[in-house]
């Protein structure tokens, strides 16, 4: 993916999708020391079965920072619904992955399906060239008026825009798997130095808001969202794209 995701989901470009897309996303954790083991074999997986035209399309990232650090984010793409209704993955592709990868897992979570919000999202970066994310897990409070949390992330995409800065959004609202209100907001960077200036970055966007929504608007809106959020309800995550594991990047606006 472009961002996704997962950085987040993060790494997709323009394919004209009727419909926002749609992707599931898993995590694997290695077998203590076999870490590069897995990479190489989920790489040989992945160069054989998903880089074809017609083939199913697979995305994977290191988690670098955070409770998932060391595990793999593998992120399937639909791109529609639809999509998921026919099985793309062949007995053959599967009885690989269970005889040359799965016994190099230690553990794997369980498959979450989410679906981008685009009018809360902002990418005009080109297809793999984000290669680091910075992933925002929040969960929001059952009873809370939402209306704050997405009011926010749909202006901060539109102030990204007008800003003119080169930073990528994407945010993901999960559909099933997950807890209820989760959403995942994936920032994108092509370097971990470019990620160090992200705050920066950030404070100007936030200038744009303020002549966009008002004086005071950025954090009038933001106290607001924060108030749709659990208690302990957000978390962050540092995730770097691995091409060789993956299928060829493609686009998600």
């Known amino acids: 993916m472009k961002n996704i995701l997962i950085v987040a989901l993060l790494i997709l470009v323009q394919t004209g999708f009727s419909q926002s897309m749609v992707v599931w996303v898993d995590y694997h954790d290695p077998v203590k020391g076999k870490d590069n083991d897995l990479k190489e074999a989920v790489a040989d997986k992945t160069k054989k079965y998903n880089q ?11 988690v670098i920072s955070g409770p998932r650090q060391g595990q793999l984010a ?13 099985n793309s993955v062949s007995s053959e592709e599967l009885n690989y992955w269970m005889k040359n990868v799965d016994p190099i897992i230690a553990s794997s979570s ?3 399906y989410f679906e981008r919000v685009d009018d809360a999202s902002h990418d005009q970066s080109k297809p793999g060239e984000k290669v680091v994310g910075l992933n925002i897990h929040y969960v929001m409070a059952p009873g809370s008026d939402r209306n704050h949390f997405w009011k926010f992330r749909s202006n901060l995409a539109t102030a990204i825009r007008e800003s003119g800065e080169d930073l990528s959004v994407n945010v993901w609202r999960s559909r ?6 989760h959403v995942q907001v994936s920032f994108g960077f092509r370097s971990m130095e470019e990620y160090g200036n992200f705050y ?4 100007k966007v936030g200038d744009t808001y303020h002549k966009m929504f008002g004086e005071d608007s950025w954090d009038t809106d933001l106290d607001l969202l924060r108030g749709t959020i659990q208690m302990w ?3 962050t995550e540092l995730i770097r ?7 060829p990047p493609v686009a998600l606006q």
Do not use: C
């Open 233 to 235: 309800g957000a978390r």
């Open 52 to 62: 074809g035209a017609g083939t199913f399309q697979l995305y994977t990232w290191e």
């Open 74 to 86: 593998r992120a399937g793409v639909g791109p529609t619904w639809a999509d998921f209704d026919n």
């Open 176 to 181: 099933g798997g997950g807890e209820q209100g």
């Open 241 to 247: 794209f691995l091409p060789e594991l993956s299928s």
């Open 200 to 203: 920066k970055v950030m404070n």
């Open 110 to 112: 369980g498959r979450e």
